[in-house]
């Protein structure tokens, strides 16, 4: 009955920029990190960028430090991604996740394909 949407991929040229949503429900993450995965073509999947409950502590991969921003919304038991400067490398499906106990990602979205063009 737990869901994850995310929403808002598409085409976008590169330097553009694209904002990614996910919304939850079915139960509340106010209390949990949640983050975003995505995966390439050909690639396995790596953490972009994660956020603890209160947005005090982030976390951002290498690749995407300095042009992804991620936010969320607790009221509205939704979180966010911002990405601008965007790269043909960054294509790929993107998927937001929440923790649930033991630090592990208990629970995901389905996806939402992201394409950058040169």
């Known amino acids: 009955q737990v869901q994850l949407v995310e929403s808002g991929g598409g085409l976008v040229q590169a330097g553009g920029s694209l904002r990614l949503s996910c919304s939850a429900s079915?139960?509340?993450?106010?209390?949990?990190?949640v983050g975003w995965f995505r995966q390439a073509p050909g690639k396995g999947r790596e953490c972009v960028a994660t956020i603890n409950w209160n947005g005090v502590s982030t976390y951002y991969a290498d690749s995407v430090k300095g042009r992804f921003t991620i936010s969320r919304d607790n009221a509205k038991n939704m979180w966010y991604l911002q990405m601008s400067s965007l790269k043909p490398e960054d294509a790929a499906v993107y998927y937001c996740?929440?923790?649930?106990?033991?630090?592990?990602?208990?629970?995901w979205g389905q996806g939402t394909q992201v394409t950058v063009s040169s």
């Open positions: 996740a929440a923790q649930s106990t033991g630090y592990s990602w208990d629970y």
């Open positions: 079915g139960r509340t993450f106010s209390n949990n990190p």
